[in-house]
């Protein structure tokens, strides 16, 4: 029974569009199953089910991330094999959000995805004294879902991080920094960069890697202040938009969408936070 599954009407929850030109806003799925995806980022995520614009489009929200449904899409694959090799969130407790993965039947795909760490119970312990433990889902149409433990968090869960995989990481990281004006960071596992209220984590890979149009994760998005004027720059720099900027009366919105070197497919975003 998908009890929490009702939509409301609902203005969004990019609460970091306040601290910056430009936050991440959204990821956008191709699904033909509806269904199963309220059962996971609804019922067992704890995300709430809404509608908005003239045209009661249906999205779930969570702090600082709504998730966009093509919901008569099927898939060409999961998010494994991509250059977003998964999304994740940060959680109090992670034994709580495990326990609801198993229980509605989802997988917990822990043991595969992290080589050389100890995994009890489906959970990864940190790599160092004072590290995060972490865990990872596989969602409906096989998008992976990381959770990482924030045991000072206050909220049940919230956008944690975006994981970029590609064989080229550094450069990549280089080229969400210069474009989005990501800060960059370095000294962890793996080269990041960080938006208010997100994390950009660029991982080597040694297999090669697809973009994400098409597959169950079709792209990502960003919330950017004054889109028009940020089109025009990007074509200045070179950058080309494979959909030009336009505005979207049905949501109150407008848009554009690029495409990164290596065929990660972003849309961007103005008015995303007031939508409701």
């Known amino acids: 029974m998908l009890l929490l599954a009702f939509p409301s009407k609902s203005s969004a929850q990019l609460l970091a569009t306040k601290d910056g030109p430009v936050v991440y806003g959204h990821h956008h799925l191709n699904t033909t199953n509806m269904a199963a995806q309220k059962k996971f980022f609804v019922e067992t995520l704890g995300g709430k089910l809404v509608t908005i614009g003239t045209n009661n489009t249906e999205i779930v929200e969570f702090p600082n991330v709504l998730i966009f ?58 790599l160092q004294p004072g590290g995060a433990s972490i865990a990872f889902a596989l969602g409906p149409d096989e998008v992976k879902v990381e959770f990482v433990e924030a045991k000072q968090q206050t909220i049940p869960i919230t956008l944690h991080h975006v994981h970029f995989f590609n064989p080229k990481n550094t450069e990549m990281q280089a080229w969400y920094v210069k474009t989005f004006g990501a800060k960059p960071r370095s000294g962890g596992a793996f080269p990041a960069a960080d938006l208010p209220g997100v994390a950009l984590n660029f991982s080597p890979s040694t297999d090669p890697v697809v973009g994400t149009q098409g597959r169950a994760l079709d792209h ?17 720099d070179g950058v080309k938009l494979a959909v030009p900027y336009r505005k979207v009366p049905a949501l109150g919105i407008a848009i554009a ?18 939508v409701g």
């Open 69 to 126: 449904f093509r919901s008569t899409q099927a898939p060409t694959g999961g998010t494994r094999g991509t250059t977003v090799n998964h999304i994740g969130f940060s959680v109090p407790s992670l034994r709580p959000i495990v326990a609801r993965v198993k229980a509605n039947g989802f997988q917990m795909i822990t043991n595969t995805e992290v080589p050389g760490r100890e995994v009890k119970d489906d959970i990864a312990g940190p």
């Open 220 to 236: 990502i998005g960003f919330e950017v202040k004054d889109l028009e004027a940020f089109c025009r720059q990007l074509e200045a």
């Open 257 to 274: 969408f690029i495409t990164d070197p290596w065929g990660t497919y972003i849309e961007m975003t103005e008015g995303l936070d007031k």
